[in-house]
């Protein structure tokens, strides 16, 4: 059974910095897009950033310049670096494993999220 296991989570203030860390055990295609969501209370899940297997990134446009995305292919870990935190990242952020094309039918991965609060 696949699993992602999200961790590096906290509160910080405005400003600050936070790594997430997340794992996937169990078989995870190399081919397969990763990357992070976040959700806030009463609001979508909204995509954060992601990296194809080759290295392609894509992010949101409120988090570009600040937040970096990468991968490590042997490992099956995708990683978020978090800087210049702003009160609106607050969310629960949830790491994603998509098949995408390469898998029919398409299936998705979600960990369990980790909560991260900026604020003063």
């Known amino acids: 059974q696949v699993q992602l296991v999200e961790s590096g989570g906290g509160s910080v203030q405005p400003g600050g910095s936070l790594r997430l860390s997340c794992a996937a055990s169990g078989t995870i295609r190399s081919s397969y897009t990763m990357g992070w969501y976040r959700q806030a209370p009463g609001k979508q899940r909204e995509l954060v950033a992601d990296?194809?297997?080759?290295?392609?990134?894509n992010y949101a446009d409120s988090v570009k310049g600040r937040f970096t995305i990468s991968r490590d292919n042997a490992k099956n870990t995708v990683n978020l670096q978090m800087n210049s935190l702003k009160p609106e990242d607050t969310a629960v952020y949830y790491c994603?494993?998509?098949?995408?094309?390469?898998?029919?039918?398409?299936?998705?991965?979600w960990g369990q999220g980790t909560q991260v609060t900026v604020s003063s």
């Open positions: 994603n494993v998509d098949s995408q094309r390469f898998r029919t039918p398409r299936i998705i991965y």
């Open positions: 990296i194809t297997s080759g290295g392609n990134t």
